[in-house]
């Protein structure tokens, strides 16, 4: 059972260059999550999907897409990167809605 | 707007006394309350949780405390242990009010041997 699983680790990105972060999850959750933590900051919650084929915004979406094709992944794109997009990226899966969430690994990203 | 506050960036206690972390918050709608725990490079790791109706929910050595008059709960680690050291968030979320779950912006916790 390797839980939820993202890639890449690291990644560095010139301004306005586009990328995908991959997210997997072998549990069967519903719920996946994508948040990004700034420095000092708690986890911003960027898009949510409640099960495969429904997605919805969360705090901070503006700036990202997400897409949720099967019940195992949910990635996360970024079409036109900003500085202001230098993060870490944090995907998550529950069970259900007030259930535990499992994190992955994260991914850095910064924005040159 | 921040809905769940962790007041202390940090705390820093000696192995084998208590550690208390403390959260307030400010949305009464929150009805379920967790705990999670973060070392450097990981995702953050689930460590306790607590519902509205309780007031007290106990894990070996870890309890969390619920006072909902003053919108605060509070993480008591007792005996503190070096491996304790790491960031914790407390996060609040909802059954009925919406969906996300807010975090707090973490404490650092640094237990000396």
């Known amino acids: 059972n390797a839980g939820v699983t993202q890639t890449p680790k690291f990644r560095i990105l010139k301004i306005g260059q586009s990328m995908t972060l991959q997210c997997t999850q072998d549990?069967?959750?519903?719920?996946m999550y994508w948040y990004r933590q700034d420095p000092g900051m708690g986890l911003k919650l960027i898009y949510y999907?409640?099960?495969?084929?429904?997605?919805d915004k969360g705090e901070v979406p503006n700036g990202y897409n997400v897409s949720r094709s099967t019940t195992e992944d949910f990635p996360l794109r970024l079409e036109l990167a900003a500085p202001s997009q230098t993060s870490v990226y944090f995907c998550?899966?529950?069970?259900?809605?007030?259930?535990?969430?499992?994190f992955g690994p994260g991914t850095r990203l910064t924005v040159l | 707007d921040q809905q769940v506050k962790q007041n202390s960036p940090s705390l820093s206690v000696q192995e084998g006394r208590i550690s208390i972390l403390n959260c307030d918050y400010t949305?009464?709608?929150?009805?379920?309350f967790l705990w999670y725990k973060k070392y450097p490079a990981e995702g953050p790791t689930f460590l306790i949780s607590?519902?509205?109706?309780?007031d007290k929910n106990e894990d070996g050595r870890f309890t969390v405390f619920l006072n909902k008059s003053a919108k605060h709960l509070s993480l008591h680690i007792v005996p503190s242990q070096p491996g304790d050291s790491a960031v914790y968030f407390c996060?609040?979320?909802?059954?009925?009010?919406?969906?996300?779950?807010?975090f707090g912006a973490g404490t650092r916790l640094f237990v000396k041997a």
């Open positions: 998550a899966s529950s069970y259900s809605k007030n259930n535990e969430q499992f």
């Open positions: 549990m069967n959750h519903n719920y």
């Open positions: 999907s409640v099960g495969a084929g429904i997605t």
């Open positions: 949305n009464s709608m929150f009805d379920y």
């Open positions: 607590i519902s509205s109706i309780k």
């Open positions: 996060a609040a979320s909802s059954n009925t009010g919406g969906f996300k779950t807010i």
